[in-house]
């Protein structure tokens, strides 16, 4: 299945992998649109900051101004989970921050496999998710690393010849993948066959995977086209 980003801002890995995890983790029963389940963890996270704030309660309009969403949009996407908030008084903070966290299994750890360790991938490695307590790169992969591994910000590094070894040592549930254009099949077909549940897809190949396989793709180029288009055309 294969799935792209809406946008790209701030923390974008971090809120890619929590869009993933909630993509899996929202209750079976709820048949929500992708669209709406890619902003969950968004909401997640701005409830977050209201509790911190000591806001006992909000509204949509206010959330809608914090995060620069249409209210009815938010109140169309909260209505899929049910009466989360009461006509006349809003929506209770920690009511909507635990719902939130358990819909989105914020205790549930996540571990991540990093393929390819170039800028980009060193950029990962030192952020790590540093933001997200349940989701962390736990091992990589890079063909300049030796096959009895090295350290890179405190995460080890192994040859590519390892992947399978060290993938299910390490407990890993989910890849990023940084590598080459010539080598991304690749190495999507060898994470298919040891199970990888989903794959972050930095490269500009679309990968081909059975539909067990979810598939987030970003193309950084893409994206700054696209924004230079809207820049571009915002006043004519």
């Not at 989105?104 to 490695?125: F, K, S, W």
């Amino acid at each position: 299945m294969l799935v792209g980003p809406d946008s790209l801002n701030g923390g974008i890995i971090e809120k890619i992998l929590q869009m993933y995890i909630g993509g899996e983790c929202v209750k079976q029963e709820v048949k929500i649109p992708q669209a709406t389940t890619k902003r969950l963890p968004l909401y997640y996270r701005f409830l977050k900051n209201f509790a911190t704030e000591g806001k006992k309660r909000i509204s949509s309009q206010e959330l809608s101004d914090a995060m620069k969403i249409d209210s009815a949009t938010i109140r169309r996407d909260f209505s899929y989970f049910g009466a989360l908030g009461k006509k006349g008084y809003g929506y209770d903070v920690q009511y909507l921050l635990e719902f939130f966290r358990q819909t989105l299994d914020q205790d549930e750890a996540m571990n991540v496999a990093l393929i390819g360790v170039g800028n980009l991938g060193n950029g990962l490695l030192k952020y790590n998710f540093q933001k997200n307590h349940n989701t962390r790169i736990v091992v990589a992969f890079d063909t300049k690393a030796p096959l009895e591994g090295t350290t890179i910000s405190d995460i080890p590094v192994f040859h590519p010849d390892r992947l399978e070894e060290m993938y299910e040592e390490f407990g890993a549930e989910l890849a990023i993948l940084t590598v080459s254009s010539r080598s991304a099949q690749m190495m999507t077909d060898r994470l298919v066959k040891i199970n990888a549940k989903g794959i972050l897809n930095f490269t500009p190949v679309r990968l081909s995977v059975p539909d067990t396989i979810k598939v987030m793709n970003i193309d950084l180029s893409v994206e700054l086209q696209a924004l230079t288009y809207l820049v571009r055309n915002s006043g004519k």
